[in-house]
């Protein structure tokens, strides 16, 4: 009872720290407009261009952090459980690479689109389709979810085979993203590299739906399955003896992480270390209960990009740094931290 109790003062006081970064992240920017500027703006009684900053800009990218904050981190979560691996995380399976192929390919060979050609600024300031790039990066995503999925049934489904199959696809996508890379132009290059950046800045209201329609799924799921994915903790061994179908579970948890990474990906670029770091922190805080550190740590990872993205746009001067490199800013210490922390002790991730 008391620990049922403290687990949910914990969410219910992440909760709040959403609500309030929230506001906070909407009331930063680069337009120098004031918090009663933006309070009147976010009511609709103010200028229509600071209404539009607030309606079409802010609160977009707002929704944006909270739901792809919440689904990587949930995604790391669940993969490290699966793969018995502390470090493992949405990108473990290549998911990032073959989005980022995805999308090199779409801008230097489709100008972003299906069938105009992008080798010069002209047609690529026409042809450019964010959304038919956001797509081909998620059809390689998914191409590569399966590929390595598949790859494991055949074999056997074991998490040092899924890791070093991910690892493997992943080199395969990197490469060819480097090939495709030479070849472009300047125009295309530039292009395609700027969207590698996890940029919340690119966040609409559709995609923001699209993705929130996929993580709310992915977490329901997770969520559901979460006295299974408790038994995994005790080793296979152990789950099979309390009836959970082990390779099956694994398969379709790590097929939901990988999809849930997919379409952040694919709208966003790659935001790195949000899925290890969160999944971290609440771990070490409230244990390892799926039913507790899952919506725990999709709280904490809202908050997390929240504060990223609070910060990208503090520190621009005048233009928002990628959000993906303030959470690599903040997780490779982290990263590290947990590397020489561990002391040998076996962390039950």
């Given at each position: 009872m008391k620990n049922r109790k403290k687990s949910t003062a914990a969410i219910c006081l992440l909760a709040f720290a959403v609500v309030v970064l929230s506001f906070v992240c909407l009331f930063v920017g680069s337009s120098r407009m004031t918090a009663a500027d933006c309070v009147a703006a976010l009511l609709k009684r103010g200028s229509a261009a600071q209404v539009r900053i607030i309606w079409n800009i802010r609160i977009p990218r707002v929704l944006a952090a909270i739901v792809a904050g919440a689904g990587l981190s949930v995604a790391g979560l669940v993969m490290q459980t699966d793969l018995n691996n502390p470090m493992a995380s949405p990108s473990t399976l290549g998911v990032s690479n073959a989005a980022v192929f995805g999308a090199n390919l779409s801008i230097i060979a489709f100008a972003g689109g299906f069938l105009d050609t992008g080798n010069h600024l002209s047609s690529y300031t026409v042809g450019a389709n964010p959304y038919a790039t956001s797509l081909v990066a998620f059809l390689f995503s998914t191409a590569s979810i399966l590929l390595i999925l598949g790859l494991c049934r055949v074999r056997a489904f074991q998490p040092g085979v899924v890791v070093l199959a991910g690892?493997?696809?992943?080199?395969i996508w990197t490469a060819a993203t480097t090939i495709l890379q030479f070849y472009a132009t300047d125009v295309g290059l530039s292009a395609a590299v700027v969207w590698t950046f996890g940029d919340l800045g690119r966040a609409t209201y559709r995609t923001d739906l699209i993705m929130a329609v996929v993580v709310l799924t992915g977490v329901g799921f997770f969520l559901l399955t979460s006295w299974k994915l408790n038994a995994l903790l005790?080793?296979?061994?152990?789950?099979?003896?309390?009836?959970v179908n082990v390779d099956l579970l694994r398969f379709l948890?790590?097929?939901?992480?990988?999809?849930?990474?997919?379409?952040?990906?694919?709208?966003?670029?790659?935001?790195?270390?949000?899925?290890?770091i969160c999944p971290h922190v609440i771990k070490r805080l409230l244990g390892h209960d799926h039913r507790v550190s899952i919506p725990a740590a999709a709280l904490s990872g809202s908050i997390l990009l929240l504060l990223s993205d609070t910060l990208s746009r503090s520190m621009g001067g005048g233009s928002a740094l990628p959000v993906g490199a303030i959470t690599s800013f903040l997780g490779a210490p982290f990263f590290l931290a947990i590397i020489f922390g561990r002391k040998g002790e076996h962390d039950g991730c």
């Amino acid at each position: 009872m008391k620990n049922r109790k403290k687990s949910t003062a914990a969410i219910c006081l992440l909760a709040f720290a959403v609500v309030v970064l929230s506001f906070v992240c909407l009331f930063v920017g680069s337009s120098r407009m004031t918090a009663a500027d933006c309070v009147a703006a976010l009511l609709k009684r103010g200028s229509a261009a600071q209404v539009r900053i607030i309606w079409n800009i802010r609160i977009p990218r707002v929704l944006a952090a909270i739901v792809a904050g919440a689904g990587l981190s949930v995604a790391g979560l669940v993969m490290q459980t699966d793969l018995n691996n502390p470090m493992a995380s949405p990108s473990t399976l290549g998911v990032s690479n073959a989005a980022v192929f995805g999308a090199n390919l779409s801008i230097i060979a489709f100008a972003g689109g299906f069938l105009d050609t992008g080798n010069h600024l002209s047609s690529y300031t026409v042809g450019a389709n964010p959304y038919a790039t956001s797509l081909v990066a998620f059809l390689f995503s998914t191409a590569s979810i399966l590929l390595i999925l598949g790859l494991c049934r055949v074999r056997a489904f074991q998490p040092g085979v899924v890791v070093l199959a991910g690892i493997a696809i992943g080199s395969i996508w990197t490469a060819a993203t480097t090939i495709l890379q030479f070849y472009a132009t300047d125009v295309g290059l530039s292009a395609a590299v700027v969207w590698t950046f996890g940029d919340l800045g690119r966040a609409t209201y559709r995609t923001d739906l699209i993705m929130a329609v996929v993580v709310l799924t992915g977490v329901g799921f997770f969520l559901l399955t979460s006295w299974k994915l408790n038994a995994l903790l005790s080793g296979d061994a152990a789950a099979k003896s309390m009836g959970v179908n082990v390779d099956l579970l694994r398969f379709l948890t790590m097929l939901f992480a990988s999809v849930i990474t997919a379409v952040c990906v694919s709208f966003l670029g790659v935001i790195g270390f949000v899925g290890i770091i969160c999944p971290h922190v609440i771990k070490r805080l409230l244990g390892h209960d799926h039913r507790v550190s899952i919506p725990a740590a999709a709280l904490s990872g809202s908050i997390l990009l929240l504060l990223s993205d609070t910060l990208s746009r503090s520190m621009g001067g005048g233009s928002a740094l990628p959000v993906g490199a303030i959470t690599s800013f903040l997780g490779a210490p982290f990263f590290l931290a947990i590397i020489f922390g561990r002391k040998g002790e076996h962390d039950g991730c």
